[in-house]
């Protein structure tokens, strides 16, 4: 779907298989910047795909890209040439703390300026547009942002005039919004008497009273109990799929975002680890779980055919952290012959075969995988 | 026409009942807007307006002891059918400067340290509006709301004036002297008292280091003029006075508004000096500006 001409003038991506999911995470290294819409494509109306009633369809464009964006300091570089392009849907960005998610949204909003490299919003780029960004986006910070002093109607209503909303149409827009994030009667009380739940939802308001077409959620589970993250999860998924506002919602839980979003982009100490779609996280056919009997001949069966497909060159880990971890080996299926090759080497140490079933990728696996990439891509640049 | 009846209501009820998700497709009034949008919820925040009724009660108590006497020299005037006002309407604010003082203290950390003790700034700078809107918002909000404070007891003083019957020609011209005056005055003590408030998020280290900037500085200055003075060194008196802000006022609205000065023995500035005394004011308004342009710039996210 990726490929399909778009109506309003905008350019569809240049390339990319559908979902643009499978390309976008570790490009390859002799077009380090991979297909990337660039400013001099814009289109010359931007709101009116909204007035068309449109949006909800576009879903081939690119929300954000950006190309080897960097960000340094003095004593430490929070992004390393970050290249990612991320489609409309929920978007997870995740990261341990620290990992430059936070500056990333930053240079997002056109609030600070990148080292070097470029990135684009809505197809407007980050250094000169950022006004016109900021108009579009709505941004949920982490911490805590509300005066307790004055009420969440009243506090929103100022939010949604700051976004540039006539007085009745913020008051509106305001009512609307608050329902919406499910808070009714209370939404007359000062904020200073409301629950960590309730605060998160005044917060996802504000970011919302203006109807953006995208939005960045800063950690928004964070402080929640287990039946306030379950409401806000499903807050977010909602966020796209009934308001069609596109989301990218920050987290140092994968586990979380499985559940959630639609794409994942994993980064780390400022460099992109992998971004690809949820399903591909945990896709079906990649991952191949094998169980087999110990005999007397081979009193650890796992460890034997372990050695054995080494010594076929098929690497394997033991899904440590996982369940059954230590009875279980994984590998990945190239193909038709991995298969027949696990079925060979059982066989030939005659051993029985308890198990052969393609695995779920668990999403916890990402880190692994992406270190092996890392490492990867290290021995062949150099 | 029986079937169709119910089925229209029908219809009616559903669109009632339907909260779905409405898009926004209405205009979107842009940077401008939102200035002004945050210039008038911060000058109705000033007098305590939108906010709690807390919050209320001091601003419109200084609002009213600051009218108060003008009022009363009103009626005297009218009663005793004075040829003048008792007092110069250059005058008034350089003798009300305590409640003055104390409403800069109370309102400038109330129009920014709230912001950034409760972290909303990065709410406002992921709007359209930038840094220099955020500060020139602020910044005439609080000028406005002083301007209130101390223009008002000047119309109290002119209608009053005009109701006995004084000389028009005289006492329009002093008022507009009074309005320059207070203009100069709003804009140098909103710029000192934002860009203290604006260095701490605690609202109580601002009020403390308003009210300290203002009284310590007219002491310290007048005290030494005093000296000066009883040591007959005369011509000192005139340039210490640059060293307060309510003493620059006075020294400006003496050289150039015709006012008679308040400093010892009415040594004012004469308009050469003057003139340093206006380019002071000018250079500490700019200043005030500059700095909290420099101070939000690195409060971004």
């Given at each position: 779907m990726d490929n399909r001409p778009v109506v309003d003038g905008r350019h569809p991506r240049t390339g990319g298989p559908a979902g643009g999911a499978a390309t976008d995470g570790i490009r390859p290294q002799g077009d380090p910047y991979g297909p990337v819409r660039l400013e001099s494509d814009a289109d010359p109306a931007p709101w009116s795909d909204d007035r068309c009633g449109v949006r909800h369809y576009l879903r081939n464009v690119t929300v954000i890209a950006t190309e080897s964006l960097s960000k340094r300091f003095p004593r430490v570089t929070a992004l390393d040439r970050l290249s990612v392009d991320v489609g409309p849907g929920v978007t997870g960005l995740v990261g341990a703390n620290g990992a430059g998610k936070s500056t990333l949204i930053k240079i997002l909003l056109g609030l600070s300026p990148a080292t070097e490299g470029r990135a684009e919003v809505l197809g407007l780029d980050v250094a000169t547009k950022g006004a016109a960004i900021r108009e579009r986006v709505g941004y949920m910070p982490e911490h805590d942002c509300l005066p307790p002093d004055v009420s969440a109607t009243e506090f929103v209503v100022h939010m949604a005039r700051m976004s540039g909303l006539p007085p009745a149409a913020a008051r509106e827009r305001t009512a609307d919004t608050l329902r919406h994030v499910g808070l009714y009667e209370e939404r007359y009380r000062p904020i200073g008497g409301y629950s960590t739940g309730m605060?998160?939802?005044?917060?996802?308001?504000?970011?919302?009273?203006?109807?953006?077409?995208?939005?960045?959620?800063?950690?928004?589970?964070?402080?929640?109990?287990?039946?306030?993250?379950?409401?806000?999860?499903?807050?977010?998924?909602?966020?796209?799929?009934?308001?069609?506002?596109?989301?990218?919602?920050?987290?140092?839980?994968?586990?979380?975002?499985?559940?959630?979003?639609?794409?994942?982009?994993?980064?780390?100490?400022?460099?992109?680890?992998?971004?690809?779609?949820?399903?591909?996280?945990?896709?079906?056919?990649?991952?191949?779980?094998?169980?087999?009997t110990d005999t007397d001949e081979h009193p650890d069966g796992t460890l034997a055919v372990r050695d054995a497909l080494h010594g076929r060159g098929i690497e394997t880990h033991d899904g440590s952290g996982l369940p059954g971890a230590g009875h279980i080996l994984l590998l990945t299926a190239e193909g038709e012959e991995t298969y027949d090759l696990v079925r060979d080497v059982v066989a030939d140490l005659g051993l029985g075969l308890v198990r052969m079933e393609q695995r779920r990728h668990h999403i916890a696996e990402v880190f692994k995988d992406s270190d092996e990439q890392r490492k990867e891509a290290v021995g062949h640049g150099g | 026409m029986a079937v169709e009846q119910p089925t229209a209501r029908e219809a009616e009820q559903t669109r009632i009942h339907n909260i779905g998700y409405r898009n926004y497709d209405g205009p979107r009034l842009g940077r401008a807007y939102a200035r002004r949008s945050l210039y008038s919820q911060s000058l109705r925040g000033a007098y305590g307006l939108g906010r709690s009724v807390k919050s209320k009660v001091l601003p419109m108590l200084l609002f009213v002891v600051m009218c108060v006497p003008a009022l009363i020299m009103v009626a005297v005037a009218v009663a005793t059918k004075a040829k003048d006002l008792p007092v110069d309407y250059t005058r008034y604010a350089i003798i009300m400067q305590a409640v003055i003082g104390l409403y800069v203290a109370s309102q400038g950390p109330q129009a920014v340290s709230r912001d950034l003790r409760f972290k909303t700034v990065p709410l406002y700078f992921s709007r359209p509006i930038e840094t220099a809107d955020y500060v020139r918002a602020k910044y005439a909000a609080l000028a406005s709301a002083l301007f209130v404070l101390t223009a008002a007891p000047l119309i109290v003083l002119y209608a009053g004036a005009l109701l006995a019957k004084l000389d028009f020609a005289d006492q329009t011209k002093g008022f507009a002297q009074g309005l320059v005056s207070v203009t100069l005055l709003s804009l140098l003590f909103a710029g000192i008292g934002l860009v203290i408030s604006a260095l701490t998020p605690r609202r109580g280290f601002g009020i403390a280091a308003v009210i300290a900037a203002l009284t310590i500085s007219y002491g310290a200055v007048s005290t030494v003029q005093a000296i000066a003075f009883e040591q007959s060194s005369t011509g000192a008196v005139p340039w210490l006075g640059l060293f307060s802000p309510i003493t620059l006022i006075d020294g400006v609205q003496t050289a150039f508004l015709g006012a008679t000065s308040a400093f010892p023995g009415g040594e004012g500035p004469s308009s050469g000096q003057g003139l340093v005394y206006l380019i002071v004011v000018l250079g500490l308004i700019a200043g005030c500006y500059g700095l909290l342009m420099r101070r939000y710039r690195k409060v971004g996210l």
């Open positions: 605060k998160q939802r005044v917060k996802l308001a504000q970011a919302l009273v203006h109807d953006p077409q995208l939005v960045f959620l800063d950690e928004p589970t964070n402080g929640l109990d287990p039946v306030g993250r379950d409401d806000m999860l499903g807050l977010i998924r909602r966020i796209h799929t009934d308001f069609g506002i596109s989301v990218l919602v920050t987290s140092h839980l994968l586990g979380e975002l499985e559940r959630t979003c639609d794409h994942v982009v994993v980064i780390d100490g400022g460099k992109l680890l992998r971004s690809s779609s949820t399903t591909d996280f945990t896709q079906t056919t990649t991952t191949l779980a094998i169980e087999v | -």
